[in-house]
């Protein structure tokens, strides 16, 4: 059987509804594991769950505010309830305000924080009780080129970015005796809704990005599906605290 199968395995994924987390989840599901997406938007989550369904996948819903830690605890339990356990977690919801630091409010900087770094660790905490007692289990946070780098419109996102990592390695280091391995992505710049709003907001995104990347343009979600299915799969069990770089080189042009 190969490393990367991931048949019999559960996974929930933070905002699979659209974008990255339903690439992720895609990449999950193909590689055999049952999926639950989490988030707000049922809409967009009816469409999600009829292509997840319509590509074979096993996949199911539930509702999902990650600033809730009572919604995080419950769609844990809903997880394990519907499939009997919980393997994988991936933290992929978030969220961004674009601003320069002076001009954030409070109710900004706390939504950005609550959504991209307490999300994640609440949906982390519930899922511990699970991944303990059935003797292992994988965390996938999702970072950003915001959590290495600075720009001057991100101060919270990259604050939440930035915190993703070191909440990464500090659980990976508590739980390695769980034989639960955390770790994270850092994907560059990938075509979403979240990037569409950048490009509307940021002067000259694409020729900024585009000049300092390598591979000269823009991720797909699909791009980072195989390294999430990596991270989720057996072929890790001896990686964890570690930040994988998945941005077309644009973090090592000099
Ligand atoms: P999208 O805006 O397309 O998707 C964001 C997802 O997060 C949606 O599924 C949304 O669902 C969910 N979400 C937002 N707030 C909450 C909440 N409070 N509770 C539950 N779910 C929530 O963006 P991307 O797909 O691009 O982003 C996904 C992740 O990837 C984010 O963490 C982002 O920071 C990160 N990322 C993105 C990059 C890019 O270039 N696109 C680059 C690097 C990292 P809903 O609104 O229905 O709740």
């Known amino acids: 059987m190969s490393q ?10 933070t905002g699979g509804n659209r974008g990255i987390g339903l690439a992720i989840a ?4 193909g590689s055999g594991a049952s999926i639950m997406i989490g988030a707000r938007d049922r809409a967009k989550a009816d469409a999600a769950m009829e292509e997840l369904s319509g590509r074979g996948i096993n996949a199911r819903f539930t509702p999902l505010d990650v600033t809730d830690q ?3 605890t419950a769609a844990v339990e809903v997880t394990v309830s519907a499939f009997g356990r919980i393997d ?16 954030f409010t409070l109710e900004e900087w706390n939504r950005v924080i609550a959504t991209n770094l307490t999300g994640g660790f609440l949906c982390t905490q519930a899922a511990f009780p699970h991944m303990k007692a059935q003797g292992g289990g994988k965390i996938i946070n999702v970072g950003s080129m915001h959590s290495i780098f600075g720009a001057s419109h991100t101060a919270a996102y990259a604050a939440s970015k930035g915190g993703i990592v ?5 659980i990976a280091v508590a739980w390695a005796k769980h034989n639960i391995q955390v770790n994270a992505i850092l994907p560059g710049y990938i075509e979403s809704e979240l990037l569409e709003k950048a490009r509307a907001q940021v002067d000259d995104l694409e020729e900024r990005v ?3 990347t390598p591979a000269g343009r823009f991720g797909t979600p699909d791009e980072l ?4 299915t990596f991270l989720a799969s057996d072929a890790s069990n ?3 605290g570690s930040s994988v770089v998945i941005d077309g080189g644009y973090s090592v042009m000099g």
């Open 4 to 13: 990367f199968d991931l048949t019999g395995r559960v996974a929930l994924v």
């Open 26 to 29: 895609n990449g999950l599901g």
């Open 70 to 72: 009572d919604q995080c």
């Open 88 to 103: 994988i977690l991936a933290n992929n919801a978030g969220i961004t305000v674009r601003k320069q630091p002076e001009e």
């Open 166 to 170: 070191q909440l990464t390695k500090t």
């Open 210 to 212: 585009f000049g300092r």
């Open 225 to 228: 599906a195989g390294a999430v």
């Open 238 to 240: 001896f990686v964890t």
